[in-house]
């Protein structure tokens, strides 16, 4: 399973931003998917995702009203719409997938074997 994350930039705060987060090597179906971020010198922060069976969705507190993840199964593609972007917001994202975390650690970033390579948000003041 191979994950490529695209669509970071630089954006001035109350900007937008959407990222994709494109699944090869397999259907992700049956995948919980999800989006992480890290600051420099902080660690890595779950953003949003979904839960295995695709049907639920998970929101940081931080970026419950502002962000929205979706997906697109004919394109094995994962959204991160990020709107209304605050300073707050830069970071590296990083999407992720894993076919057996429970629900209770889909927060949990060492629980996820997949990794895109990361695409960098930088949000300015």
């Known amino acids: 399973v191979q994950l490529q994350a695209f669509g970071g930039g630089l954006v001035q705060a109350g900007g937008s931003l959407r990222l994709s987060c494109t699944v090869s090597g397999r259907t992700f179906r049956g995948y919980a998917m999800a989006w992480f971020r890290q600051a420099p010198g902080k660690e890595r922060q779950y953003v949003a995702g979904f839960s295995r069976n695709g049907g639920t969705t998970y929101y940081e507190d931080s970026v419950k009203n502002r962000f929205t993840v979706s997906r697109d199964n004919t394109k094995n593609t994962v959204y991160l719409q990020m709107n209304n972007l605050k300073p707050e917001d830069t970071a590296v994202y990083y999407c992720?997938?894993?076919?057996?975390?429970?629900?209770?650690?889909?927060?949990?970033?060492?629980?996820?074997?997949?990794w895109g390579q990361g695409t960098l948000v930088t949000v300015s003041s």
């Open positions: 992720a997938a894993d076919s057996s975390v429970i629900t209770s650690q889909y927060r949990n970033y060492l629980q996820y074997d997949y």
